[in-house]
């Protein structure tokens, strides 16, 4: 989440798959269409409420469920889809878009706009998720006090969860993990102000697959260590990935002071950078605003992650940093097969306090 916004404006995101596991298709499933509890697929009218009524007979049904969004286009609030539920097997299938207000100020100081909470076995397939965020971009770099904006979706405490999504134009951040276990995304075309994902504390077993991203800031471990007592983050793989014009491409960011947080076993494979003004980055001195972190040192253990598989160009001189913590230095860092550029020319490494190996053709050498 950290940087300043990019200047272009971030595309709708379509959304082909979001699973929190064992949805099983084949199980005959109760079906809940939003057209019945009212919502109206014109683009204006506000079908929040059609929404939440059929996520809630959805949750309630003893059966697995389907709830169905036909095509056209469905304006939206925010919109809270809670359990624990009855039943483990809930798809929530979208044949049309959901769009945000157009006025970015009915949702721009809410945290998320589409949140997924305490649920297990959820599946989102198909679609188009458009977070309306480029008038909210307009003013924040007109330099007007603007709210922050929502980010979408949302998920908290969900395990085994399975994501295609759709491609969604996010006011802030697309894809926010915190504290969830076993969640898949996949498929996904990604444009946005910030975080094309963000993987935050207590997130573990998440895969990543064939995803595009663009604009945006990259997908992003972290930021981590924020807290002193921080939950931290593990198996995370990252696999054939684009980043189109991105601020970063592959990312692990923790702040500059003290915290039990950690990152490791992290795989990045199979990844094209595309004019990248960083494409692989650890940034352990994360400080906005130099404030109530200057001097201290990041207490967050980053071990063993694997960059393979990874080319394109990089927009900077320097494609590839690891600037690690002085106090826990960076081990097992491995580089396989790396090729990056910068204007046609090999571009450059710079390494502090990290360690580890480089195999096959690493360019730019490697500074491990």
Same mark, same amino acid.
């Given at each position: 989440?950290?940087?300043?916004?990019?200047?272009?404006?971030?595309?709708?995101?379509?959304?082909?798959?979001?699973?929190?596991?064992?949805?099983?298709?084949?199980? !005959?499933?109760?079906?809940?269409?939003?057209?019945?509890?009212?919502?109206?697929?014109?683009?204006?009218?506000?079908?929040?409420?059609?929404?939440?009524?059929?996520?809630?007979?959805?949750?309630?049904?003893?059966?697995?469920?389907?709830?169905?969004?036909?095509?056209?286009?469905?304006?939206?609030?925010?919109?809270?889809?809670?359990?624990?539920? /009855?039943?483990?097997?809930?798809?929530?299938?979208?044949?049309?878009?959901?769009?945000?207000?157009?006025?970015?100020?009915?949702?721009?100081?809410? !945290?998320?706009?589409?949140?997924?909470?305490?649920? $297990?076995?959820?599946?989102?397939?198909?679609?188009?998720?458009?977070?309306?965020?480029?008038?909210?971009?307009?003013?924040?770099?007109?330099?007007?006090?603007?709210?922050?904006?929502?980010?979408?979706?949302?998920?908290?405490?969900? /395990?085994?969860?399975?994501?295609?999504?759709?491609?969604?134009?996010?006011?802030?951040?697309?894809?926010?993990?915190?504290?969830?276990?076993?969640?898949?995304?996949?498929?996904?075309?990604?444009?946005?102000?910030?975080?094309?994902?963000?993987?935050?504390?207590?997130?573990?077993?998440?895969?990543?697959?064939?995803?595009?991203?663009?604009?945006?800031?990259?997908?992003?471990?972290?930021?981590?260590?924020?807290?002193?007592?921080?939950?931290?983050?593990?198996?995370?793989?990252?696999?054939?990935?684009?980043?189109?014009?991105?601020?970063?491409?592959?990312?692990?960011?923790?702040?500059?002071?003290? =915290?039990?947080?950690?990152?490791?076993?992290?795989?990045?494979?199979?990844?094209?950078?595309? $004019?990248?003004?960083?494409?692989?980055?650890?940034?352990?001195?994360?400080?906005?605003?130099? !404030?109530?972190?200057?001097?201290?040192?990041?207490?967050?253990?980053?071990?063993?992650?694997?960059?393979?598989?990874?080319?394109?160009?990089?927009?900077?001189?320097?494609?590839?940093?690891?600037?690690?913590?002085?106090?826990?230095?960076?081990?097992?860092?491995?580089?396989?097969?790396?090729?990056?550029?910068?204007?046609?020319?090999?571009?450059?490494?710079?390494?502090?306090?990290?360690?580890?190996?480089? =195999?096959?053709?690493?360019?730019?050498? =490697?500074?491990?």
């Amino acid at each position: 989440m950290a940087g300043l916004p990019l200047p272009m404006i971030p595309r709708p995101i379509t959304l082909f798959f979001i699973v929190f596991f064992a949805f099983s298709p084949s199980a !005959k499933a109760a079906q809940f269409s939003v057209l019945s509890y009212g919502a109206k697929p014109d683009g204006k009218t506000d079908s929040t409420k059609a929404f939440a009524a059929a996520w809630a007979h959805a949750c309630a049904s003893t059966q697995p469920a389907t709830i169905s969004v036909p095509k056209g286009s469905f304006s939206l609030g925010q919109v809270r889809f809670q359990g624990p539920c /009855k039943n483990r097997a809930i798809l929530l299938r979208i044949d049309g878009t959901l769009v945000a207000p157009s006025d970015y100020k009915v949702i721009g100081n809410a !945290k998320n706009w589409l949140i997924f909470e305490h649920v $297990n076995g959820v599946a989102v397939s198909g679609g188009t998720l458009d977070g309306q965020g480029a008038g909210l971009w307009s003013c924040k770099n007109s330099g007007k006090g603007c709210p922050r904006g929502a980010t979408l979706p949302k998920r908290q405490k969900c /395990k085994e969860s399975k994501s295609l999504p759709p491609e969604t134009a996010l006011t802030r951040m697309a894809f926010t993990f915190n504290h969830q276990t076993g969640v898949t995304i996949l498929n996904s075309r990604i444009g946005t102000g910030d975080d094309c994902v963000s993987i935050g504390p207590g997130t573990s077993s998440l895969w990543i697959e064939n995803v595009a991203c663009g604009p945006g800031h990259g997908i992003s471990i972290g930021s981590l260590g924020k807290e002193s007592q921080e939950a931290g983050v593990q198996n995370v793989t990252v696999k054939t990935a684009t980043f189109t014009g991105t601020q970063n491409g592959l990312r692990i960011k923790s702040w500059g002071r003290p =915290s039990n947080g950690f990152a490791r076993d992290i795989l990045f494979q199979h990844a094209v950078m595309n $004019n990248v003004q960083n494409p692989i980055v650890i940034d352990q001195n994360y400080c906005p605003g130099e !404030k109530n972190c200057p001097g201290q040192v990041s207490g967050v253990k980053i071990s063993d992650v694997t960059y393979q598989d990874i080319h394109g160009s990089s927009a900077t001189e320097v494609a590839v940093k690891f600037d690690c913590s002085k106090k826990y230095p960076c081990t097992g860092i491995k580089l396989e097969d790396v090729k990056l550029t910068y204007k046609n020319q090999p571009a450059e490494a710079s390494c502090s306090n990290a360690g580890g190996l480089a =195999s096959g053709l690493v360019q730019p050498t =490697s500074c491990l």
